[in-house]
């Protein structure tokens, strides 16, 4: 059976990478890259966290392993 450490480590792994994704994906559709904030709070920070929450939460339903 897998540790706890071990499960919490797979899924933080897995949630920053899609926090990264939502990333890539806005500096390929903005005008200007600069223009992006990644402050904590900030619109583009938190549509990253929203959207890797979703995206994680949404694996575990399919794939319910991932939580083991």
Do not use: W
């Amino acid at each position: 059976f897998p540790s706890h450490d071990n499960v919490f480590l797979r899924f933080d792994i897995c949630r920053s990478i899609a926090h990264e994704m939502v990333h890539q994906k806005q500096h390929e559709e903005i005008d200007n890259p600069d223009d992006l904030d990644g402050s904590t709070g900030s619109p583009h920070e938190d549509e990253a966290n929203a959207v890797a929450g979703r995206m994680i939460r949404t694996y575990g339903e399919q794939m319910p392993g991932f939580y083991e």
